[in-house]
């Protein structure tokens, strides 16, 4: 059988991590996937350890490719690449680089998403280093005019699998930490918005799809560990401060002026009195403002 799936993983300075999910990912069940790791112009050692572990990897059924890109483009533009650029795959698995699947997760995530139709179909999120706790149903919701989102099932115990929530409702969506996409969505609604750099990118391109009647869903056997190891844990201002412009741009585009107005009062208030340092509250509000510079 021809290999009909690529899984995407982006790296940047966690070569580490990296290297540890693409090992799990060598005693998958389902084998008929290939991998592609992009690599974001990563500032660390993380190009000498990947072109070292590719020119290494063994597999008799899956290839390894590896992307360096001369610049970070974001996880957006990360996964745009690959799209634009490996075209002849049915299904993309995005897969974040600190998460490590159960060796049935693929499996399940195809099983899933073709058997119901879906165009996206998420994994539940278990917590890496507590294995009783979620981290959530691979399910969020936005709360419009808020500029909020929460995930389902966050620190629940595992035995809420069995009653995974619905996705009927409009405003939800699927995490990207395990994504399953099929690649219809490509001609439908197009590639993922750029304009974020980082963060609500797989929520407004799955709104997007939402638009045009397409499904999402839940695959509740799927499971993945996630380290949830951020790309900023040493620069905590900088996830405030992309996490805050996503949302206000996000809300801009789906709600319309109001709502980014409102949004953006209800994040500044909540700012002020949040328990964060005070270089995240500056990033927070340099977040509102370069939003408002880029939507002008």
Request: proline share 2%; aromatic share 16%; with cysteine.
């Amino acid at each position: 059988m021809k290999n009909n799936c690529l899984c995407i993983i982006i790296n940047w300075n966690a070569s580490q991590d990296t290297l540890n999910t693409i090992d799990s990912l060598k005693i998958q069940s389902y084998i008929f996937f290939d991998i592609v790791v992009v690599d974001n112009h990563s500032t660390d050692n993380s190009l000498k350890h990947l072109h070292e572990y590719s020119n290494n990897f063994q597999h008799k059924n899956i290839k390894l490719f590896t992307i360096f890109s001369s610049k970070n483009l974001g996880f957006a533009g990360g996964v745009n690449l690959v799209l634009k650029n490996f075209t002849k795959y049915k299904y993309y698995w995005l897969l974040n680089n600190d998460a490590v699947p159960k060796t049935d997760c693929l499996e399940n995530l195809l099983t899933t998403l073709v058997g119901k139709k879906y165009s996206f179909c998420s994994s539940v999120i278990i917590n890496y280093y507590d294995r009783q706790k979620l981290e959530s149903f691979g399910l969020g919701r936005h709360i419009p005019y808020t500029g909020k989102s929460f995930l389902y099932g966050k620190n629940h115990s595992i035995s809420c699998i069995k009653s995974t929530p619905s996705v009927d409702s409009s405003f939800y969506y699927l995490s990207g930490a395990s994504l399953l996409v099929d690649n219809h969505i490509i001609n439908e609604i197009g590639l993922m918005n750029e304009d974020y750099f980082m963060y609500a990118e797989e929520k407004d391109w799955q709104f997007r799809a939402k638009k045009k009647g397409l499904k999402i869903g839940i695959s509740p056997n799927s499971l993945v560990y996630h380290k949830k190891s951020s790309s900023f844990k040493n620069n905590r201002h900088m996830y405030y401060y992309y996490l805050t412009r996503s949302n206000i741009i996000f809300e801009n585009i789906f709600f319309g002026l109001i709502a980014k107005f409102t949004s953006t009062f209800i994040i500044s208030i909540s700012t002020i009195f949040k328990p964060i340092s005070l270089k995240c509250k500056i990033y927070t509000f340099k977040g509102i403002f370069d939003a408002y510079k880029f939507l002008n």
